[in-house]
């Protein structure tokens, strides 16, 4: 099973994301994930995306591109995966439809978690409150400006991956274990394992 999680930050992407890993047997690729890791090696990579993640902006689309391509190849993705983080422009939507083509792979599916942004507020003040090690974008500013970045520039992939007719929208505003029963329907269909 190949899958999008789309959703604003703080939607639960990752929670969920987590579930579906173990259930499917398939790999989460967080690009956030990615990014941090590389920000935490001191890699190349990492000095150079750091003040970006920082700052709640979008890195590159030709770099999150490329590292989504290599790692796609992995091993690890034989029996498919989540992308959690990715794509997040139009562009990025394009160049992944471009490179599942090319490897001749297919999206199963697109789950929107949809959500209200006053409670998402709430939710990640709570994560920077509760969490040991505190993410560097997890303050009110960086907050506010991912939330705009996404509805500037990933929101449109709702209307995008509608009229592709791949995707299927859950109320992410329900307990974790009800949005996780709303997004198995919507999979149940794609389940051959
Ligand atoms: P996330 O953990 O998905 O909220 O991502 C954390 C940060 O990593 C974002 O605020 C961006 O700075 C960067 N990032 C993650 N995924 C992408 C992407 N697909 N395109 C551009 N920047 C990204």
Redesign the pocket.
Known sequence: MRLILLGP?GAG??TQAARLVEKYKIVQL???????AAVAAGSEIGQK?KG??E???????E??VSI?ADRVDQDDCKNGFIL??????LA?ADALAELLEKKNLNLDSVVQLEVDEKILLARIEQRARESEEV?S?DNAE?LKK?LS?YNEQTAPLISYYKDKGSLKAVDGMKSVEDVAAQIDAVLEPYNHA
Do not use: C, N, Y
Not at 55 to 61: H, I, P, Y
Not at 84 to 89: H, L, N, V, Y
């Open positions: 930050p992407k990752g967080s690009t956030g994930d990615m990014l941090r995306v970006v993640l700052r709640g902006e979008l890195v590159s689309d770099l999150i989504i959690d983080g990715f794509p997040r422009t990025q993410r974008d960086a991912r970045v």
